[in-house]
């Protein structure tokens, strides 16, 4: 079953490669979207695929690459978007 979440991730998760880690693992799992730094200090990713990879990919955001610390990871479920893949957004 295909399902479709922005994550909403906080703590230090700026400037510490937050984005590669997010995308490289997404390619990994086959997950489709974007993840970009929001002005506020939190990471955004909108993730999109088989349920089962969503969820791992959740998790993965919640222990962040290396030198990260997550401090909250909020999940909101959204309407499937289609995207054709993953890609970092630059504001």
Not at 2 to 25: A, C, D, L, M, P
Not at 33 to 51: H, I, K, M, T
Not at 57 to 84: N, R, S, W, Y
Request: glycine content about 8%.
């Amino acid at each position: 079953m295909k399902r479709s979440v922005r994550v909403f991730i906080s703590g230090t998760v700026q400037g510490v490669f937050f984005r590669s880690f997010v995308k490289e693992n997404a390619d990994r799992l086959g997950i489709k979207g974007y993840v970009r730094n929001l002005p506020d200090g939190r990471v955004e990713a909108w993730l999109e695929g088989n349920s089962e990879a969503v969820e791992k990919m959740i998790d993965l955001c919640k222990q962040g690459p290396k030198f990260a610390k997550v401090d909250k990871v909020e999940t909101k479920e959204e309407h499937f978007q289609g995207f054709q893949e993953f890609k970092i957004l630059r504001i």
